[in-house]
């Protein structure tokens, strides 16, 4: 079992800058594929981002490419989103997830674990 709690969202002005955590619980965190996604109100959830075990592999939705970045820290059991130039479009839940493989990462379908979430919103 592996229990999620998401912190650092909060209110920004477009342009501004927020780090989501996802602190994990667990001895096997560092063997779990974790993602980023997010929902916003009236809209599907939506993949974010994705990291690998080991941090060597990363993936991320075209939507955020070039201004957010995902990382872990295995020894801290906590995966990390550095959120910049944030925009209106960004305004939504942002929940982490955990999965046992890399494969289909961007999809929701295959991730057994989910956090509560953090509301993040952008205003213009």
């Known amino acids: 079992q592996v229990q999620l709690v998401e912190s650092g969202g909060g209110l920004v002005q477009a342009g501004g800058s927020l780090r989501l955590s996802c602190a994990a619980s667990g001895r096997t965190f560092s063997s779990y594929t974790m993602g980023w996604f997010r929902q916003a109100p009236g809209k599907e959830r939506e993949f974010v981002a994705a990291i690998s075990w080991n941090g060597g592999r990363t993936n991320y939705a075209d939507s955020v490419k070039g201004r957010f970045t995902i990382s872990r820290d295995n020894a801290k059991n906590t995966v990390y989103m550095q959120m910049n130039s944030l925009k209106s479009e960004d305004t939504a839940v942002y929940v982490c997830?955990?999965?046992?493989?890399?494969?289909?990462?961007?999809?929701?379908?295959?991730?057994?674990?989910w956090g509560q979430g953090t509301q993040v919103t952008v205003s213009s």
């Open positions: 997830a955990a999965r046992n493989d890399w494969r289909r990462s961007s999809s929701y379908i295959g991730y057994d674990y």
